[in-house]
């Protein structure tokens, strides 16, 4: 959990997903992950959630994204097959932060993140095969 | 008119390019209505008020690279390339998009001017996402980044 300073001025919580809360929330949909590339992938969709988090808190190059911190503690992972995940957030606005507007610049939290962690990411999925 | 995707000026090159292309082949829906020093085809988003329709292209980097070979200076990148269409409705937004897919599909092969000609190869519809914007009041904009990819190899 780290604390991070809104756009209005107050002090919001944010919760960096570890791999237990991910683990977590797999199983609670009745999942599991299994050893080898399945875990590895696993490990890599875990990394983008948390560089994602990390990005939206303003940590990373983009501007920070927090102002009740909804976005940032919406960013989940969710396993659609066998080391398949996705990274995704649920709040209706992730769309207008991302890719801008007429009125707002773009964020860019998630693609500038793959771009950034791309061989990080492959070093996670490809470790041990 | 850009004719040759230049080793030093390549990032520049692709998108002028392309916004040259795009503004001299796509229909604008309100060429009657739009003042002579607005552009329908730009090359960032806009700063100051804009009637729309209008389309941008900016660079959306790169997720690939490779030299040439050990001792070479060549190099090989995959750009990619953000093409918004910002439009009143969806239908706009439908009509603009399937003409520009249809214009980069169309110039890969055309001898001398064509994307590959001037050194953009290999082109793919990487994907699009759709944001509907609220301006406020009754005005929407209906936009849709859609990202394209090209290889470029320059340094030869």
Known sequence: MVSVIGTTGRLVNVNIIGMAEMIATIRARNLDIIENSDLNAAKGANLVAQEVQESIIGNRGEPRSVDTGRFANSIGVEKLANAEYLVFSNVEHSK????GTSRIMA?????N????NQDKIVGEITIGL | MVSSIGTTTFIADSIIYIRDDLKNNITD???GKRDSKE???M???????VKYPIITIRSDGTNFYAKGGMQSEVSHYILRIEIRIWARNEVERDELTQEVLDRLRDIQHTATTGSIAVGLHDLRVVGWADIDDEKGGDEV???RVLIVSYRVIVGQ
């Open chain 2, 43 to 49: 090359t960032s988003y806009p700063k100051r008020s």
């Open chain 2, 29 to 31: 829906p309100i060429s």
């Open chain 1, 107 to 111: 964020r860019r939290h998630f693609r």
């Open chain 2, 141 to 143: 904009i209906k936009s």
């Open chain 1, 96 to 99: 207008f932060l991302e890719f």
């Open chain 2, 39 to 41: 552009q329908f085809v």
């Open chain 1, 113 to 116: 993140t793959i771009q950034r």
